[in-house]
């Protein structure tokens, strides 16, 4: 499978202080990669960087083999990349449907036209609770919802990679097993790449199918998903010690 | 009862006129988080393109076009020099020291407010100015015991009709969505694809522009003119945009309204030299107890 995304020894630093030491790792087209790592790790630090919202000390950064360089940070969207970052950040004072159509603002090919009702459609059929809730300000929604609307906004351009940062972060069990669930089914029947990155581990190898464990700006560890829910040091360090069938590793892929 | 309907469409009259430039500092602050001082001599400096246009031009402009024309010709020209200049201003003033934090950027607004004022000087000479009422129409509409000029209410009517469209443009379209997007969050607007620059591109010459438009306004209402009346215009039109919550498109122009019908109110009812002074009370309590301004809410979640 061709990469669509190649990271190669990058560097990222906040003034003297270094956030990636170096981080190599690849997505293939229609994969899906699980970046973990506690608070601190240099996670949202990497998506920020393939977004370009960060500018990296040295390293590179190819999209299907093209210098990430070439795309100024807002043209990125019609490469087909959706970042839907940390914490949501949709826009509080904007209504629901406004932040769908901010979604696709970059995207000449889908001026509110037919396509992007369609997909807009299929969006409500995903979350329906955003279509109840489609004249509403933003800001007024719960975390779940905004986190719905957040990755809502990111499918609307119809992209072909998404970086997805943290979207279990601070939802109840349910709702991140909702979110989960609807992340599996973009990537499975959409064939979207994926790259999510997670503090949830346990959920994130069982929906990924590899996984690299991030350190204070390192990849300490990286494997594929069932090998790394049996490591013992995974275990230890992020799954709580939990038992997992090991069994399932085969039936896995 | 007359003297309060007389009132009351000044106040409008010159309440359009503070919420206009009141909309220029609101969407600039909006975007940037930046204060433009500089922002009552652009006013000034429109004032001063309409006077050239209609001096300058007075046997040919109006010859030619005739009196409406030839006010016409004269906002236009103000919309379009002021709003490069607003660019121009943004390039040369700001854009060197967005990074170096908000105070030099207040610094150089004030320096830029200066350079402005003291060019006017320089160009147009230190005394007042006059937009003589030969280039103006002298019509009266007469209702009642009331006279009003023709010309204050096509002012008016303007005014308003400008401040409609950018209530559309901001709060109805697309590209409204994304100004109001970029000015909430500028990371997560850029990863929608929304080109920062193009919105700072955008408000930086749209602002003036209005503010331009509003500086036209005033000489064609108030005939006199002069190179610093922009300091004072700019701290009212500022109150404005304070009372009606910075940052608030309909709130700017809300508050300028309302700032308009007060200071006529109070002119008309109590006292024409202290009215000012009355303003600026206003400025201070809006301070104190309301800092968020009458339509604030929206505004604090924004910031």
């Not at chain 1, 093209?66 to 509080?92: C, M, S, T, W």
């Not at chain 1, 004249?135 to 351009?157: P, Y």
């Not at chain 2, 006013?43 to 300058?56: A, H, R």
Request: net charge positive; charged share 15%.
């Amino acid at each position: 499978m061709a990469a669509v995304l190649q990271v190669e020894t990058l560097f990222v630093s906040y003034g003297a202080v270094e956030a990636l030491k170096g981080i190599s790792l690849e997505l293939d087209e229609g994969d899906i990669v699980a970046v973990l790592g506690s608070n601190g790790a240099g996670k949202t630090t990497l998506l920020k960087s393939i977004s370009r919202l960060l500018v990296p000390r040295s390293g590179s950064i190819r999209l299907r083999g093209a210098d990430i360089n070439k795309f100024a940070p807002y043209q990125l969207i019609q490469q087909g990349i959706a970042h839907v970052p940390e914490g949501r950040k949709v826009f509080a004072t904007l209504t629901v449907e406004e932040n769908l159509r901010m979604g696709v603002f970059g995207v000449r090919t889908m001026a509110p036209g037919k396509e992007y009702k369609k997909t807009r459609e299929w969006i409500f059929r995903l979350f329906p609770r955003l279509l109840e809730r489609r004249k509403q300000l933003a800001g007024t929604l719960s975390g779940g919802e905004q986190q719905m609307l957040a990755i809502g906004r990111g499918l609307i351009s119809k992209p072909s990679l998404m970086l997805l940062d943290e979207p279990s972060l601070g939802l109840a069990p349910v709702i991140a097993q909702e979110i989960f669930r609807v992340i599996r089914q973009i990537h499975q029947e959409e064939k979207v790449s994926i790259l999510l990155v997670e503090q949830n581990a346990r959920k994130a190898l069982g929906l990924a199918r590899y996984g690299y464990i991030l350190e204070t700006g390192k990849i300490a560890i990286q494997g594929e998903a069932c090998d790394l829910r049996n490591d013992e040091r995974v275990k230890a360090a992020y799954l709580g010690g939990a038992k997992v069938n090991i069994s399932a590793c085969g039936s896995m892929s | 009862m007359d003297t309060l309907i007389q009132q009351l469409i000044n106040g409008l009259t010159i309440g359009s006129f503070y919420a206009l430039v009141a909309l220029g500092y609101s969407m600039v602050y909006g975007v940037m988080k930046l204060i433009n001082f500089a922002h009552g001599d652009l006013f000034t400096l429109g004032s001063y393109i309409g006077y050239t246009v209609l001096v300058v031009g007075a046997s040919w402009v109006t010859a030619t076009f005739g009196i409406w024309g030839g006010m016409a010709i004269a906002l236009v020209a103000a919309m379009i020099g002021i709003g490069v200049a607003g660019l121009v201003m943004e390039r040369i003033a700001y854009r060197p020291v967005y990074k170096a934090g908000r105070l030099p950027l207040v610094v150089s607004a004030l320096g830029m407010s200066f350079v402005i004022s003291q060019g006017i000087m320089a160009i147009w000479g230190p005394n007042p100015q006059a937009y003589l009422s030969g280039w103006t129409p002298k019509d009266f509409l007469q209702f009642g015991n009331i006279r009003v000029p023709v010309l204050q209410i096509a002012i008016l009517v303007l005014a308003l009709g400008l401040m409609a469209l950018i209530y559309w443009l901001v709060e109805r379209t697309t590209f409204g969505a994304a100004i109001r997007a970029a000015a909430q969050d500028r990371d997560t607007a850029t990863l929608m694809g929304i080109n920062f620059n193009l919105i700072i591109f955008f408000v930086f010459a749209l602002g003036p522009a209005l503010g331009g438009m509003a500086g036209v306004m005033q000489g064609l209402k108030y005939t006199r003119i002069s190179f610093n009346m922009g300091w004072l215009y700019g701290l009212k039109a500022f109150t404005a945009t304070i009372l009606g919550g910075i940052g608030n498109i309909p709130g700017a122009m809300i508050g300028g309204l309302l700032l308009g019908v007060m200071e006529a109110l109070f002119e008309g009812y109590v006292s024409g030299a202290w009215k000012d002074v009355f303003i600026f009370l206003i400025l201070i309590l809006v301070l104190i107890w309301r800092p968020t301004g009458l339509f604030g809410e929206k505004t604090a979640e924004k910031v």
